[in-house]
Nanobody
């Protein structure tokens, strides 16, 4: 059974930083593409960052140069370092695991991911 557990969310002032972690069990992430998504109240879930098995990364334009996705295969954990946070970054953040075993990709498309964590709340105050 594949499980993803996010941690590291919280309340931070604008301009601050947070690091989210996603611990994965039931699947070796070295063979998996991984992603982070977020969903704000009243909005659709959007892709924030993706990292492929080969460590290729992609980012939404809104977070480029502020967020960094990384992976530690030895710990089976994926991270999202978020710097220069803005109030518009407030959302529930979800970790996800790509179901594809064929493609090495860093997708920001939700339908490419079959496993999801429960989410962690990030609130940025102005």
């Amino acid at each position: 059974q594949v499980q993803l557990v996010e941690s590291g969310g919280g309340l931070v002032q604008a301009g601050g930083s947070l690091r989210l972690s996603c611990a994965v069990s039931g699947r070796t992430i070295s063979r998996s593409n991984m992603g982070w998504f977020r969903q704000a109240p009243g909005k659709q879930r959007e892709g924030v960052a993706g990292i492929s098995r080969g460590r290729v990364t992609s980012y939404a334009n809104s977070v480029k140069d502020r967020f960094t996705i990384s992976r530690d295969n030895a710990k089976n954990t994926v991270y999202l370092q978020m710097n220069s946070l803005k109030p518009e970054d407030t959302a529930v953040y979800y970790c996800s695991l790509d179901t594809s075993v064929l493609f090495d990709r860093a997708s920001l498309t939700a339908r490419d991911y079959g496993y999801w964590g429960q989410g962690t709340q990030v609130t940025v105050s102005s």
